[in-house]
């Protein structure tokens, strides 16, 4: 295996090596029972500040790298854009040059435009980590589904894992396809053609398997992904009505017995129920959607932890 992850900033899964994921992914398993504790604190990070600068709204994401940085000691600061100078004109790099002469140690930031933490990494003396950039990646989010895979599953190599929905409009799918695929998964993805881009298979240096059938991605799957519909950012239809994409893509138990008996399911949320997945299935023993946002808090907790000079695990 390379070497782990020695970054200082985490811009998204494309570029980083098997090595430097499965640290990260160590690390945070080192940083879950904290979390356990009946006082979840610990020192880790004190005397850092983490700002958590989001231009998109979030629930998961924002409260957990808050909850990271806290329960590890650092000084967590958010910066509401509503009711920052941003609405007065000033721009994207000027308002981060404005945090970086603070002297924080780290800024988390979401926009959505794509390319936007690698902007401000370039001007940047804080460690930028991206928590959402447009249609780009959501490392955080591929990582934390990694750790629940890992958990259930004890292992990511040679599973088969589909990723069903909005494909196109996704930066979890595309975080989730690099880093699945670099630890030896198979991955399928399948959606309306409107909504699985035609040259989709190239993104990744393996094989990825593009359907149109929801059943063909499901049938014997370890791991079913369901993605949001993400009606935020799409411009013009690419399905006639939400019914009908419940009708053909939506995740039912019928539909989800196609997978393996131990299959689970997985959902980034927030979920639009009864569109792209059923409450029963969504409620369902088979669901691990709350693990999902439980590992997140860890999986913050590690990557605040190696952006500020912590060493990853490799073993
Ligand atoms: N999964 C996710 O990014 O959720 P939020 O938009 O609530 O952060």
Request: net charge neutral.
């Given at each position: 295996?390379?070497?782990?992850?020695?970054?200082?900033?985490?811009?998204?899964?494309?570029?980083?090596?098997?090595?430097?994921?499965?640290?990260?992914?160590?690390?945070?398993?080192?940083?879950?029972?904290?979390?356990?504790?009946?006082?979840?604190?610990?020192?880790?990070?004190?005397?850092?500040?983490?700002?958590?600068?989001?231009?998109?709204?979030?629930?998961?994401?924002?409260?957990?790298?808050?909850?990271?940085?806290?329960?590890?000691?650092?000084?967590?600061?958010?910066?509401?854009?509503?009711?920052?100078?941003?609405?007065?004109?000033?721009?994207?790099?000027?308002?981060?040059?404005?945090?970086?002469?603070?002297?924080?140690?780290?800024?988390?930031?979401?926009?959505?435009?794509?390319?936007?933490?690698?902007?401000?990494?370039?001007?940047?003396?804080?460690?930028?980590?991206?928590?959402?950039?447009?249609?780009?990646?959501?490392?955080?989010?591929?990582?934390?589904?990694?750790?629940?895979?890992?958990?259930?599953?004890?292992?990511?190599?040679?599973?088969?894992?589909?990723?069903?929905?909005?494909?196109?409009?996704?930066?979890?799918?595309?975080?989730?396809?690099?880093?699945?695929?670099?630890?030896?998964?198979?991955?399928?993805?399948?959606?309306?053609?409107?909504?699985?881009?035609?040259?989709?298979?190239?993104?990744?240096?393996?094989?990825?398997?593009?359907?149109?059938?929801?059943?063909?991605?499901?049938?014997?799957?370890?791991?079913?992904?369901?993605l949001r519909i993400q009606?935020?950012?799409?411009?013009?239809?690419?399905?006639?009505?939400?019914?009908?994409?419940?009708?053909?893509?939506?995740?039912?138990?019928?539909?989800?017995?196609?997978?393996?008996?131990?299959?689970?399911?997985?959902?980034?949320?927030p979920?639009n129920?009864?569109?792209e997945?059923?409450?029963?299935?969504?409620?369902?023993?088979?669901?691990?959607?709350?693990?999902?946002?439980?590992?997140?808090?860890?999986?913050?907790?590690?990557?605040?932890?190696?952006?500020?000079?912590?060493?990853?695990?490799?073993?």
């Amino acid at each position: 295996m390379d070497k782990p992850f020695r970054r200082r900033d985490l811009l998204g899964i494309r570029n980083l090596s098997a090595g430097e994921i499965v640290g990260i992914l160590n690390t945070a398993e080192n940083f879950r029972e904290i979390n356990q504790r009946e006082i979840k604190k610990v020192p880790t990070l004190r005397g850092k500040t983490v700002i958590n600068l989001f231009f998109e709204n979030s629930t998961r994401t924002r409260t957990s790298f808050e909850l990271a940085a806290k329960r590890l000691s650092a000084d967590a600061v958010n910066i509401s854009v509503s009711s920052s100078s941003v609405t007065k004109g000033e721009t994207l790099v000027d308002t981060a040059m404005n945090l970086d002469a603070m002297q924080p140690d780290c800024i988390v930031v979401r926009h959505g435009s794509a390319g936007v933490p690698h902007q401000l990494a370039k001007v940047s003396k804080a460690a930028i980590v991206n928590a959402g950039d447009g249609a780009n990646e959501h490392p955080t989010q591929a990582l934390l589904d990694a750790m629940t895979i890992r958990e259930h599953k004890g292992k990511i190599d040679g599973l088969e894992v589909a990723i069903i929905g909005d494909i196109l409009h996704s930066r979890v799918a595309r975080s989730n396809i690099h880093l699945l695929t670099k630890l030896g998964a198979k991955v399928r993805v399948a959606g309306p053609k409107t909504l699985v881009p035609n040259d989709f298979a190239h993104l990744v240096e393996n094989d990825l398997q593009v359907s149109e059938h929801i059943e063909d991605a499901i049938d014997g799957a370890d791991v079913v992904m369901i993605l949001r519909i993400q009606k935020e950012r799409q411009d013009s239809a690419f399905f006639p009505t939400l019914r009908e994409y419940s009708i053909h893509y939506g995740l039912t138990n019928e539909r989800l017995d196609l997978a393996r008996k131990d299959a689970i399911v997985l959902h980034p949320g927030p979920m639009n129920r009864g569109i792209e997945i059923s409450s029963d299935v969504a409620d369902s023993s088979r669901s691990l959607i709350l693990d999902q946002v439980k590992y997140g808090v860890a999986v913050r907790m590690a990557v605040l932890y190696l952006a500020t000079g912590g060493t990853a695990i490799s073993e």
